[in-house]
């Protein structure tokens, strides 16, 4: 009996390395697919891996230049470009929709200032009946 207890323990205690979590979501996910596969090296305990495409040959690195060695000044008109393109996407409030938010924050800041000040004022009347 005691070996049968010690084999069920053995399969599926906290010693089984499929069981236990590493922490990272990418390997756990990688460590499940391969054992649903039947991977034997990930059941068997061996180290989940996860493979990136390269990219086809060394040419394609060349004609991709890095941001750091163009010249000052096509980047700044590379960045001007993408603020527009960026300035494009964005839904701009219609007047009605303008004034509303203003009076919401106007409001807002008015309570907020009127709280604040009254909870200061309560705290130096406090502090001043306290240590006269």
Do not use: C, H
């Not at 649903?36 to 394609?60: F, H, Y």
């Not at 690195?61 to 494009?88: I, M, T």
């Not at 009127?114 to 009347?125: C, E, N, Q, T, V």
Request: charged share 25%; net charge positive.
């Amino acid at each position: 009996m005691s070996d049968r207890d010690g084999d069920a323990a053995d399969a599926t205690g906290p010693s089984d390395p499929v069981s236990r979590p590493t922490g990272k979501r990418s390997g756990r996910r990688a460590a499940s697919a391969s054992a649903a596969a039947g991977d034997s090296s990930s059941a068997a305990g061996g180290v989940t891996t996860v493979v990136r495409a390269r990219p086809e040959s060394g040419s394609s690195r060349r004609a991709v230049e890095k941001p750091g060695r163009q010249n000052p000044f096509k980047r700044l008109r590379r960045f001007l470009r993408e603020v527009v393109a960026e300035l494009r996407k964005v839904i701009w409030p219609n007047r009605k929709q303008m004034v509303t938010y203003t009076t919401v924050v106007l409001v807002f800041v008015i309570f907020m200032v009127s709280y604040i000040g009254l909870l200061d004022l309560a705290f130096i009347k406090g502090v001043s009946w306290l240590f006269g």
